[in-house]
C-alpha cells in the first residue's frame, strides 16, 4: 500500500471563527501589501500567533512543525495528520496535511501548495521563530531563492488593533475582572494558592464558554502568588497555604481565540503592616500616573523615564524589576509578544490609535527588608483618538484590596 505524503481532508464543515471572513482577508491583504513592499512572492509563516492571527487555527505542535503558506494568490495552513481535519474546520483558508510516513513531509507539502507556479524567487520568514535546522531545510528546497526576515513587518501590522479584536480583548478585560472576584471570594487564612486559582479560572472558563459558544476552549490560567512567591511576576502557584499579613499578587489571564489579556492586582490578607502600606502606596501613585500618562502620540520610552523618575523620588526606583507594560492582542505566555510595543526605556514607539496597552509597575522588596514582596497593579488601555480607555474596572490599593475573609 503506497501512503501518500501529504493530502486534503474536509471532514465536517467550518465552523464559526472568532473574527469575520472580512476581518481575516483584511489581515491578508495587509499582509500581501507588505509582501509587494519587500518584493516577496512568498511568505512561509510558523509562529503559533501569526498562523493564528491569519487564519484562524491555533495549533498544538507537540514537537512537530506546523505553518501557513501565502503567496500572492494562494493562503493554506499546513498540519500534522495527527489533527486530521480540525485546522480545516477552524482555518477560514485552504488547508493541506502532511504524514509522519517519511521524514520532511512538511516541506513536501509547501511545494505542493504552490504547484506549477513558478518557483518563488523571494521569501519571507519569521526569523524570530524558525529554528536553523528549518531554515537549512528549507534552503535545500528552495536553492534559488533568496530568504528575508518579515518578522518585524507582521509585528507591526499587528500592533493596530480592529474594532473587532478590541471587541474580544475588552469582553477579556470583563472576564478577568469576573476572575478576579471570584479569587478574592476564595480569600482565606488556611486556603492554599492552588485552590484559589482553580476556582478564579474555573469562573473565567465557563464565562468564557458562556460568551463564545462557538469557541475551543484552552490556556486561561491564574497565577495566584504568596509571601515570598510574590518576588517574581511569572512565579507558577504552589500549595502554600495562607497566613493573615500575607502580601498576595492575584493575576487572571483569561484566553479567547489566542487572545491576552489579564488583571494583576496586589492585595493583603486581613491586614498590611506599615512597611508595606508606604511602599503598596508608592507603587499604587506611579499606576495612577501612568494611567495618565498613556495618551495618542506619547512616547514609550518617554512614559517609562517619567515614571521612574517618580519612583526615584519615592525611594523605591531601586526595587523596579521589569518594563511598565505592553501590548494586547494575539499573544500568550507561550508564544507571541509586540516587543515594539512596550513600555520600556529602550522602545521609541509612539502611541497611536486602536493600540492596547497594559500599566503594570512593579517594585519587589527583598526577605529581611521592612515591607518585603512583590507589588503590582495591572490595567488595560485602549488608545482612541484623544485619549485612552481604561477597560478593567476591578479597584487596587490597600482601601478596596486588604482582604478580611
Same mark, same amino acid.
Given at each position: 500500500?503506497?501512503?501518500p505524503?501529504?493530502?486534503e481532508l474536509?471532514?465536517?464543515?467550518?465552523v464559526?471563527?472568532?473574527?469575520?471572513k472580512?476581518?481575516?482577508?483584511?489581515?491578508v491583504?495587509?499582509?500581501?501589501?507588505?509582501m509587494d513592499?519587500?518584493?516577496l512572492?512568498?511568505?512561509?509563516? =510558523?509562529s503559533m500567533?501569526n498562523?493564528?492571527?491569519y487564519t484562524?487555527?491555533i495549533y498544538?505542535?507537540f514537537g512537530?512543525p506546523?505553518?501557513? !503558506?501565502?503567496?500572492?494568490?494562494k493562503?493554506? =495552513?499546513i498540519s500534522?495528520?495527527?489533527?486530521a481535519?480540525?485546522?480545516?474546520r477552524?482555518?477560514?483558508c485552504?488547508n493541506?496535511?502532511?504524514t509522519?510516513?517519511k521524514?520532511? $513531509?512538511f516541506?513536501?507539502?509547501i511545494?505542493?501548495?504552490i504547484?506549477r507556479d513558478?518557483p518563488?524567487?523571494?521569501i519571507?520568514l519569521?526569523?524570530d521563530?524558525?529554528? !536553523?535546522?528549518?531554515r537549512?531545510?528549507?534552503?535545500?528546497?528552495?536553492?534559488?531563492?533568496v530568504?528575508?526576515?518579515i518578522s518585524?513587518d507582521?509585528?507591526?501590522?499587528?500592533?493596530? *488593533?480592529?474594532?473587532?479584536e478590541?471587541e474580544?480583548?475588552?469582553?477579556?478585560?470583563r472576564? @478577568?475582572?469576573?476572575?478576579?472576584?471570584?479569587?478574592? *471570594? $476564595?480569600?482565606?487564612e488556611?486556603?492554599?494558592?492552588?485552590?484559589?486559582?482553580i476556582?478564579g479560572?474555573? *469562573?473565567?472558563?465557563?464565562e468564557?464558554?458562556?460568551?463564545?459558544?462557538d469557541?475551543?476552549?484552552?490556556?486561561?490560567?491564574?497565577?495566584?502568588?504568596s509571601?515570598?512567591?510574590?518576588?517574581g511576576a511569572h $512565579?507558577p502557584?504552589?500549595?502554600?497555604?495562607l497566613t493573615?499579613?500575607d502580601i498576595?499578587?492575584?493575576?487572571?489571564?483569561?484566553?479567547?481565540s489566542?487572545?491576552y489579556?489579564?488583571?494583576?492586582?496586589?492585595l493583603f490578607?486581613?491586614? @498590611?503592616?506599615?512597611a508595606?502600606?508606604?511602599a503598596w502606596?508608592?507603587?499604587?501613585?506611579v499606576?495612577?500616573r501612568?494611567?495618565e500618562?498613556i495618551?495618542?502620540?506619547a512616547?514609550?520610552? $518617554?512614559?517609562?523615564?517619567?515614571?521612574?523618575?517618580?519612583f526615584?523620588?519615592?525611594?523605591?526606583?531601586?526595587y523596579?524589576?521589569?518594563g511598565?507594560?505592553?501590548s494586547?492582542?494575539?499573544?500568550?505566555?507561550?508564544?507571541?509578544r509586540?516587543?515594539g510595543?512596550?513600555?520600556?526605556e529602550d522602545?521609541?514607539?509612539?502611541l497611536?490609535e486602536n493600540?492596547v496597552?497594559?500599566?503594570e509597575p512593579?517594585?519587589m522588596?527583598p526577605e529581611?527588608?521592612?515591607?518585603?514582596g512583590?507589588?503590582?497593579e495591572h490595567?488595560?488601555?485602549?488608545i482612541?483618538k484623544?485619549g @485612552?480607555?481604561?477597560i478593567?474596572k476591578f479597584p487596587?490599593?490597600?482601601?478596596h484590596?486588604?482582604?478580611?475573609?
Amino acid at each position: 500500500m503506497e501512503r501518500p505524503d501529504f493530502f486534503e481532508l474536509k471532514n465536517g464543515d467550518k465552523v464559526k471563527l472568532p473574527f469575520s471572513k472580512q476581518e481575516y482577508d483584511q489581515r491578508v491583504n495587509k499582509l500581501r501589501s507588505v509582501m509587494d513592499k519587500n518584493n516577496l512572492d512568498m511568505v512561509i509563516l =510558523t509562529s503559533m500567533h501569526n498562523v493564528a492571527y491569519y487564519t484562524g487555527f491555533i495549533y498544538c505542535s507537540f514537537g512537530r512543525p506546523y505553518g501557513c !503558506i501565502v503567496t500572492k494568490n494562494k493562503i493554506s =495552513t499546513i498540519s500534522a495528520n495527527i489533527d486530521a481535519s480540525q485546522p480545516w474546520r477552524r482555518s477560514h483558508c485552504d488547508n493541506v496535511i502532511y504524514t509522519d510516513w517519511k521524514r520532511d $513531509n512538511f516541506l513536501r507539502a509547501i511545494v505542493s501548495i504552490i504547484g506549477r507556479d513558478e518557483p518563488p524567487k523571494n521569501i519571507g520568514l519569521e526569523y524570530d521563530n524558525i529554528t !536553523i535546522e528549518m531554515r537549512d531545510k528549507l534552503g535545500s528546497i528552495f536553492t534559488f531563492s533568496v530568504f528575508s526576515d518579515i518578522s518585524k513587518d507582521l509585528m507591526k501590522l499587528r500592533m493596530i *488593533k480592529s474594532n473587532e479584536e478590541i471587541e474580544i480583548i475588552k469582553n477579556g478585560a470583563r472576564i @478577568a475582572d469576573i476572575g478576579g472576584e471570584e479569587i478574592v *471570594k $476564595n480569600i482565606t487564612e488556611g486556603n492554599t494558592e492552588i485552590e484559589v486559582a482553580i476556582a478564579g479560572r474555573d *469562573k473565567m472558563e465557563r464565562e468564557i464558554a458562556k460568551s463564545y459558544p462557538d469557541a475551543e476552549y484552552m490556556d486561561t490560567w491564574v497565577w495566584f502568588q504568596s509571601g515570598i512567591n510574590t518576588d517574581g511576576a511569572h $512565579n507558577p502557584k504552589t500549595n502554600r497555604k495562607l497566613t493573615k499579613g500575607d502580601i498576595l499578587s492575584l493575576n487572571t489571564f483569561p484566553m479567547i481565540s489566542g487572545y491576552y489579556t489579564a488583571l494583576e492586582r496586589t492585595l493583603f490578607l486581613d491586614h @498590611a503592616d506599615d512597611a508595606s502600606y508606604k511602599a503598596w502606596e508608592a507603587n499604587v501613585k506611579v499606576h495612577k500616573r501612568g494611567l495618565e500618562l498613556i495618551k495618542p502620540g506619547a512616547k514609550c520610552s $518617554n512614559i517609562c523615564h517619567e515614571l521612574n523618575e517618580l519612583f526615584a523620588e519615592l525611594g523605591y526606583l531601586q526595587y523596579r524589576t521589569f518594563g511598565y507594560g505592553h501590548s494586547f492582542g494575539m499573544l500568550s505566555h507561550f508564544y507571541g509578544r509586540e516587543a515594539g510595543l512596550e513600555l520600556r526605556e529602550d522602545i521609541d514607539t509612539v502611541l497611536e490609535e486602536n493600540m492596547v496597552v497594559s500599566m503594570e509597575p512593579m517594585i519587589m522588596i527583598p526577605e529581611g527588608n521592612p515591607g518585603s514582596g512583590g507589588y503590582r497593579e495591572h490595567d488595560i488601555l485602549v488608545i482612541g483618538k484623544n485619549g @485612552a480607555e481604561n477597560i478593567t474596572k476591578f479597584p487596587f490599593g490597600p482601601e478596596h484590596n486588604i482582604i478580611k475573609n
